[in-house]
T-cell receptor, first 112, second 109 residues
């Protein structure tokens, strides 16, 4: 199983809503990543978890809150987002911090 | 100037043509990824390489560490190869990817 899954596929939320994005992998990978991708731009790294601990936070606003409850699961909690946060949110995982990254299909988020 | 530059930005080819996409980088790296993204879709990792050459089906990736340059070749191109191809480098000892701006490939039947 070389798959990273993400739910939901699409999400529309208002600026006062609280929602969560979920990412799951069962490859035994110990590093997991959140990226944000705007249209026609390359992905931008948001967070890196290594062995379930946050190792990189790329100065992401606190309205995005990551959580890694176990080695297979990575969440991104969203609260009080802005319309400019609308984007494709991609999750990835790798064996460790030096390994090949496998990407999920992404969650397309629209903030109204 | 971007740390990772790709060329060309856009490429249109006829089915069956041999395609080359280039990537140059200016930072020290531990590895380089070639990624494929179809419109509106997620990203597929094609290759990760740190030296030499790798081949998978009709795809070939090469890297020259001394020249800080990598190429992705597609032989016998097909319309289903139409996608954005992204070069991303792994900087130093971290696994932080630095992405190029991508090459939009359209293969016409």
């Amino acid at each position: 199983d070389t798959e990273v899954t993400q739910t939901p596929k699409h999400l529309v939320m208002g600026m006062t809503n609280k929602k969560s994005l979920k990412c799951e992998q069962h490859m035994g990978h110990r590093a997991m990543y959140w990226y944000k991708q705007k249209a026609k731009k390359p992905p931008e790294l948001m967070f890196v978890y290594s062995y379930e601990k946050l190792s990189i936070n790329e100065s992401v606003p606190s309205r995005f809150s990551p959580e890694c409850p176990n080695s297979s699961l990575l969440n991104l909690h969203l609260h009080a987002l802005q319309p400019e946060d609308s984007a494709l949110y991609l999750c990835a995982s790798s064996q460790d911090k030096e390994g090949k990254q496998y990407f999920g299909p992404g969650t397309r988020l629209t903030v109204t | 100037k971007n740390e990772v530059e790709q060329s060309p930005q856009n490429l249109t080819a006829q089915e069956g043509e041999f395609i080359t996409i280039n990537c140059s980088y200016s930072v020290g790296i531990s590895a380089l990824h070639w990624l494929q993204q179809h419109p509106g879709g997620g990203i597929v990792s094609l290759f990760m390489l740190s030296s030499g050459k790798k081949k998978h089906g009709r795809l070939i990736a090469t890297i020259n560490i001394q020249e800080k340059h990598s190429s992705l070749h597609i032989t016998a191109s097909h319309p289903r190869d139409s996608a954005v191809y992204i070069c991303a480098v792994v900087r130093g000892a971290t696994n932080k990817l630095i992405f190029g701006t991508g090459t939009l490939l359209a293969v016409q039947p």
